[in-house]
């Protein structure tokens, strides 16, 4: 590890291991579900496990919060009343305690999947779903439907007992990532936001008190940078700005060789073309940015110092076979809903990419997403663990196997075409946690779709700027002009009364992100594509 000098990672959205990566052909047969007939119960039918035949399957999102998880994973409601009831919070039908959470020492079943989609189903579409329809939960892909995944999990290091670290949704899945915690949220939006009023220190600022180039590339029509609005932003500011950089400067900076020592490259997850693989994006929307970001990095000069890792925040409700294991508590934060935050969730793809990994590694030993932020604070000596969680993680070595450059790496894999492919969420916003006539009112305009973040990042910019939720506007465009418009107005009212002061600007306030809210930032560029062609090609060097 200590050759790598640029450390890249790219982290998707809401897919098991056995969702994308079950069908690969050289692991243990017990490690995936290729030649497994899996059956999977709900009430007054069943759907079998296999091939997906729309690549936007599950459609529609299944439910991701941690009621929902705890009946994939142990198969029952508890109590009984639950079934068709809220998973989240904000609803006024929240389910009940324990939110289906199993009786101490009770052992996963992992096959509750289908019957959490059904009543998740009949709660947000307030009808039942057809016995198609129900299908969709049991949908998987294969090397030959999600090929560039499958391809690169074939050739680099692919773990398969890489877990999330909380049977939770996105949020408190991507702090646990940068923290070793979520401060007990089991929630994407708890209390009134993240960005505002979330205090546990990060690997960007354990980077940054220890003079370690890093940076955050981010797509320009998303705004702002998701983790820092998951990482109190709106009061670090002065810390995201100057790291803040276009995801067509990731690609400049990967031409050059001049990526930073940390990377953090952001999909799109907020609005317009997604490309984050969240169930129901097509997921060739994905794969594409994917071999857009691989073939950048092979391309790089700085390769042999280079390693790209390739992970999920959770499972978003896809299926998963493998039952996951008793975690280390993380610290006392009193966690939500009763949880002790003492079991992982879902295990996830987790791929790693780089010179010194020897083709179709495939490391079996137990390990969750702390891993990485362990490894960077051994690489870069960023100083203790800043939890029991990060403490216990292990580190990515067994990656790193190889004592000289592999001479036979994939010199490109060509892009996936999206030639008739609906960039949106189909018209489906999925199991978002906000008011229904919110989700409504945008769903119901077709062709400009907003994601379920992106509906939370809304809701919650119009709490803090003290507008009521109606008042945001309807179309892509005028979202995100009234966006940028409440975080000027943010900006502004800071300055006026003084504001918080961030530690790492030197008692100076930056109130905006290198991004479209500026009218000085530079206008984004585009990158120059590698070829395209129906399919996909590999390249090896001669």
């Known amino acids: 590890m200590e050759r790598i000098d640029h450390w890249i990672v790219l982290m998707f959205e809401n897919r098991s291991f056995d969702n994308l990566l079950g069908y690969l052909p050289h692991i243990d047969a017990g490690c995936g579900i290729r030649d497994r007939e899996i059956t999977l119960r709900y009430p007054g039918g069943s759907v079998r496990v296999a091939p997906a035949t729309d690549f936007r399957a599950p459609l529609p999102d299944p439910g991701e919060a941690y009621g929902n998880l705890n009946v ?24 009940a305690p324990p939110y289906n959470a199993p009786p101490s020492g009770t052992a996963a079943t992992m096959d509750g999947f289908a019957l959490d989609y059904y009543w998740n189903f009949r709660w947000e579409k307030e009808r039942a779903p057809t016995h198609a329809q129900m299908q969709a939960i049991g949908g998987v892909f294969t090397p030959a439907s999600a090929p560039v995944i499958n391809t690169l999990a074939s050739e680099f290091a692919v773990f398969t007992r890489w877990f999330c670290e909380a049977p939770t949704c996105t949020t408190p899945n991507r702090n646990f990532f940068f923290c070793g915690t979520s401060l007990g949220r089991l929630d994407n939006e708890l209390i009134v936001n993240y960005a505002w009023d979330f205090t546990a220190p990060s690997i960007f600022s354990l980077l940054e008190d220890k003079g370690v180039s890093w940076a955050v590339y981010f797509d320009r029509s998303q705004v702002v940078p998701m983790c820092s609005l998951s990482l109190g932003g709106a009061r670090h500011m002065g810390l995201w700005r100057p790291h803040s950089r276009s995801r067509e400067q990731f690609f400049s900076d990967c031409s050059a060789g001049t990526l930073p020592a940390y990377s953090w490259l952001e999909p799109n997850m907020l609005f317009g073309d997604l490309d984050d693989y969240h169930p129901p994006t097509d997921i060739r929307t994905g794969e594409r940015f994917l071999a857009r970001v691989y073939n950048a990095v092979r391309a790089s000069p700085a390769w042999k110092r280079t390693a790209l890792i390739v992970t999920f925040d959770e499972a978003g409700g896809t299926y998963d076979h493998v039952p996951p294991p008793a975690a280390p508590v993380p610290d006392d934060s009193p966690g939500a809903q009763g949880f002790a935050f003492d079991r992982f969730g879902v295990r996830v793809p987790a791929i790693v990419i780089s010179p010194y990994t020897q083709r179709g590694t495939v490391i079996r030993d137990l390990f969750h997403a702390d891993a990485v932020l362990a490894t960077m604070r051994e690489r870069f000596g960023l100083g203790p663990a800043l939890t029991r969680r990060d403490a216990a993680a292990p580190l990515l070595g067994p990656a790193f196997n190889l004592s000289d450059p592999r001479r036979d790496v994939l010199c490109r894999i060509e892009l996936p075409s999206l030639a008739g492919v609906d960039r949106s969420r189909g018209g489906d916003p999925g199991d978002s946690p ?19 973040l992106g509906y939370v990042v809304l809701r919650n910019v119009a ?6 939720i109606g008042d945001v506007p309807v179309g892509l465009d005028a979202v995100k002009g009234w966006l940028a418009g409440q975080v000027r107005a943010l900006r502004a009212a800071a300055t006026l009364r003084g504001g918080p002061v961030d530690q790492h600007a030197g008692g100076r306030l930056a109130w905006c992100w290198s991004s479209c809210c500026c009218s000085h930032c530079p206008a984004p560029r585009e ?8 399919g996909m090609r590999l ?4």
């Open 72 to 95: 994939q994973c142990y198969g029952q409601y508890r109590p009984a009343a639950n079934a068709g009831k809220a998973a989240y919070p904000i609803f006024g039908d929240f389910m």
């Open 434 to 452: 906000d008011a229904k006539m919110f989700v409504h009112k945008h769903a119901e305009h077709g062709g400009e779709q907003i994601s379920q």
């Open 463 to 468: 709490r803090m700027a003290a507008h009521d």
């Open 527 to 534: 990158p120059t594509e590698i070829s395209v062609s129906p």
């Open 539 to 542: 390249f090896r060097p001669v």
